[in-house]
């Protein structure tokens, strides 16, 4: 069965960091781009990033470029988001997503159960 | 404000045919594949629709997608109570990012 489990979610404050880890299973890791969606409270869908395969390629929604990092290791098939600068419009639950195979963006199948991030003082 | 547009609300009686539509630019749907969320209460999103009109396995075939020019709908045949849930579109964009629809809530009366 694949699963995807974030963890690293919680209340941290403005201009602070945090990272969050996505744990995969139940699927070839190194064959597959991943990303990143958030879901502010009540709010709709935004994409955050992606990454392919072997981390050569990342893309960002203008809003976090410069801010977060996202990131993968193959090894441990394990995906990651850094969060820098945090503002409270971060503020949302974060999914970890599975993408295409190809580049067939906008895809993601299966997604995690997502992790609240609150950014507030 | 989202990329791409949808109605916010929708809703549908027991049996009764809903579309759900999705208007977009040349930038991303005009030019790109589409593909349907279903978000049901308190829970992660699921693929319903890629590749425009395409449905992954287990999505029951009461859910189709089409696309023409510019614009995509979702239709649900056969409404059932289950089918009350969130539902957003998505497509690339040439401005290198992933845009979705700000989302249909649909209700089953």
């Known amino acids: 069965e694949v699963q995807l489990v974030e963890s690293g979610g919680g209340l941290v404050q403005p201009g602070r960091s945090l990272r969050l880890s996505c744990a995969a299973s139940g699927f070839t890791f190194t064959s597959y781009w991943m990303s990143w969606v958030r879901q502010a409270p009540g709010k709709g869908l935004e994409w955050v990033a992606n990454?392919?395969?072997?981390?050569?390629?990342?893309y960002y929604v203008d809003s976090v470029k410069g801010r977060f990092t996202i990131s993968r290791d193959n090894a441990k098939n394990s995906l990651y988001l850094q969060m820098n600068s945090l503002r409270a419009e971060d503020t949302a639950v974060y999914y970890c997503?599975?993408?295409?195979?190809?580049?067939?963006?906008?895809?993601?199948?299966?997604w995690g159960q997502g992790t609240l991030v609150t950014v507030s003082s | 404000q989202s990329v791409l547009t949808q109605p916010p609300s929708a809703s549908g009686t027991p049996g009764q045919r809903v579309t759900i539509s999705c208007s977009g630019s040349s930038s991303n749907i005009g030019s790109k594949y589409v593909y349907w969320y279903q978000q049901l209460p308190g829970t992660a999103p699921k693929l319903l629709i890629y590749?425009?009109?395409q449905r992954p396995s287990g999505v029951p075939d009461r859910f189709s997608g089409s696309k023409s020019g510019t614009s995509a709908s979702l239709a649900i045949s056969g409404l059932r109570s289950e089918d009350e849930a969130d539902y957003y579109c998505a497509a690339w964009d040439d401005s290198l990012s992933v845009v979705f629809g700000g989302g249909t809530k649909l209700t089953v009366l």
């Open positions: 590749k425009n009109n």
């Open positions: 990454i392919k395969q072997d981390g050569s390629e990342k």
């Open positions: 997503a599975r993408a295409s195979v190809l580049r067939f963006f906008g895809w993601f199948d299966p």
